[in-house]
């Protein structure tokens, strides 16, 4: 049993090392995934950094966008890489919304979202790592709404061209589609709000025209039905009722997978949260599609005991895949994980990036 695939997946994560000007991905972002993608060391599958749609998308300093030919050509050679070790990769599509500094904005302009509200916290604007809030928003007109979902549509196209297996469309985490999700931020009046079935519509108008673009196959959806208090401002006064429609509305589209954000710490579950999940779950009930991948938190012992109980049909693994390019080697046969390491999280080069060990370097090496 001991060599038996685990079915464990690369979240996303942003590594902010894209080249300037342009924000475009490098070789050494290309060398960095194929580390990860080999389906029976590392990840079954790996879903990419935030990827924004369009300049607006951007809320960090050098994350890499799939707007302009040279990002599609940048993308080419992580492709390429990971496909060369048998892996597959997953583009995660994203706009920021109010999380974002007018100095990432074209012509500096106010950031865009649902509403006009500020959300708090911080972004980092430059190579140095400067940390500063988040400028205060302006709300998209009606018909920029639409231009969105447009942008997300044609995203997903360029995606196949840069030939990524699919995309994962980035509903989680506060950017822009929770923005219009959830009731404690969208206080908008036109058909984007109010109702949830109005705040429920750039979701699945996006899942919509990304599946018809590209397949409902090749598409999958993240969401984080958590309150996510640390950041102000995330409130939802339904959150079991507002994600249960999600999940029913996006499997009503029949999209591959639903990747759950279920914490962001090891051994923490908010209240109300399993019986969240036990509705999706039920939405997207496993087998050859209609995947269930849970994430947030998870350790070797956790996710095993998720496979097992069958609670989910993946569990997708973010920090320990930065410092384990093996991870799921290492999972199956129990060995010993190398830490991780907070400062190499974002920007800088090729240091805390592409030079983590694999196990079987680190024995040879010893
Ligand atoms: C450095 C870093 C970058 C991240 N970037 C993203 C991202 O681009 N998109 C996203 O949906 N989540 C992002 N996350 C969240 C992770 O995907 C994941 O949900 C989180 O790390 C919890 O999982 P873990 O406990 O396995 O690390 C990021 C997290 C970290 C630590």
């Known amino acids: 049993m001991v060599n038996q695939q685990w079915p464990i997946w690369m979240a996303p994560l942003t590594r902010s090392r894209a080249m300037q000007p342009g924000n475009i991905p490098t070789e050494m972002h290309a060398e960095y995934y194929a580390q990860r993608a080999h389906p029976e060391d590392g990840a079954i599958a790996i879903i990419s950094e935030a990827t924004p749609v369009c300049p607006e998308g951007h809320g960090y300093f050098a994350t890499p966008g799939i707007y302009t030919e040279e990002q599609v050509d940048g993308w080419k050679k992580t492709t390429r890489a990971v496909h060369e070790v048998g892996g597959k990769i997953y583009c995660q599509l994203w706009h920021v919304g109010r999380v974002s500094h007018v100095s990432l904005q074209p012509n500096g302009n106010a950031p865009v979202s649902s509403t006009t509200t500020l959300g708090g916290g ?93 397949g409902a196959d090749r598409t999958g959806y993240r969401i984080s039905p958590i309150s996510g208090e640390l950041e102000g401002g995330r409130f939802d006064e339904n959150m079991e009722e507002t994600y249960a429609s999600l999940a029913i509305g996006l499997a009503d589209l029949d999209i591959a997978f639903i990747d759950v954000v279920e914490s962001f710490s090891v051994g923490v579950r908010e209240e109300g949260l399993d019986a969240i999940c036990a509705r999706i779950r039920k939405a997207f009930p496993g087998g050859d599609s209609k995947l269930y991948l849970a994430g947030g938190g998870y350790t070797r012992e956790s996710a095993r005991a998720a496979l097992d109980s069958k609670r989910c049909d993946g569990v997708i693994f973010g920090r320990d895949f930065i410092s384990n390019p093996d991870l799921q080697k290492r999972l199956r046969e129990n060995l010993p994980l190398t830490p991780w390491e907070r400062r190499s999280f974002y920007l800088g080069g090729a240091e805390g990036y592409v030079d983590w060990p694999t196990f079987e370097d680190e024995s040879e090496g010893a």
């Open 122 to 214: 911080k972004t980092y604007i430059d190579a140095k790592g400067t940390r500063v809030k988040t400028s205060a928003p302006r709300a998209l007109e009606t018909a920029e709404v639409h231009d969105v979902i447009e942008k997300f549509r044609i995203a997903a196209g360029r995606c196949m061209k840069a030939g990524f297996d699919g995309v994962e469309i980035h509903g989680a985490n506060g950017y822009l589609l929770e923005q219009f999700l959830r009731s404690g931020i969208n206080d908008r009046s036109d058909e984007f709000g109010g109702s949830l079935e109005n705040r429920l519509k750039v979701c699945l108008e996006i899942a919509k025209s990304i599946s018809s673009e590209i």
